[in-house]
């Protein structure tokens, strides 16, 4: 059975694009689709308060402007470099009619962490939801083109700040709070370019 939703939306291949880290939205050739204007929303989260990180652009743009049709007010944190994406979604989420917070800093550092979390109370009133999006990760070639730099900044990012962000929420959290932790296929099956244990092959010397 057709679906009209599925057959109307791009279809690859699509032109090939790197972009150098953090990497912007709004500098792709190929926009990702996150208004879904055939979502209905039905006030699920009429009045409640939410912080997203990494919610400038992908999946914490998409997360946002839904939870903002949902009738949420929405935090967003992002990196400074981020800016112009961060823009973009406030406007997504003031044209469903809601507040938007702008968080710009590094989740790395443990003060950001929970300057995000007292900003939004403060700011927004509340805390209802928490979405751990932000993550960091390099593609190379094996284990030992990892840096010790590369290493800290991704457990920094992907598995401290988690922590760190958790744990200045939960005083805010009232029954019924929700955290949601975004994850990536990586954790069931390792794509070759991000190697955990592979070692480089070893030259052949004849």
């Known amino acids: ?24 939205e709004a500098e ?5 689709s996150y208004l879904a204007p055939r979502y ?3 006030g699920k989260l009429a009045g409640k308060v939410a912080v997203i990180t990494g919610g400038d652009s992908g999946i914490g743009r998409a997360v946002a402007v839904l939870f ?9 944190a992002y990196l400074p470099a981020e800016r112009v994406d ?7 989420i003031e044209a469903e009619g809601r507040r938007c917070l702008q968080l710009e800093g590094d989740l790395t550092e443990p ?9 939004t109370v403060a700011e927004l009133g509340r805390l209802d939801v928490l ?3 932000a993550a960091y990760q390099n593609r190379k070639e094996a284990l030992e083109d990892i840096t ?3 290493f800290d900044r991704t457990f920094k990012t992907n598995v401290y700040a988690y922590f760190r962000l958790v744990r200045a929420a939960l005083p805010h959290l009232a029954a019924g709070a929700s955290i949601i932790v975004t994850g990536s296929e990586t954790g069931f099956e390792g794509p070759e370019m991000l190697p955990t244990t592979r070692p480089r092959r070893a030259q052949s010397t004849r």
Do not use: Y
């Open 40 to 42: 209905k929303a039905a």
């Open 68 to 76: 903002a049709r949902e009738g949420a007010d929405v935090a967003i």
């Open 111 to 119: 003060s950001f962490c929970t300057d995000v979390i007292e900003r």
């Open 1 to 24: 059975m057709a679906n009209p939703q599925i057959e109307s939306e791009p279809k690859p291949p699509f032109p090939e694009q790197k972009l150098e880290k953090p990497g912007l």
């Open 28 to 32: 792709m050739k190929v926009k990702p």
């Open 131 to 133: 979405v751990s999006n």
């Open 86 to 92: 961060g823009e973009q979604t406030r406007r997504a």
């Open 148 to 150: 010790d730099e590369e």
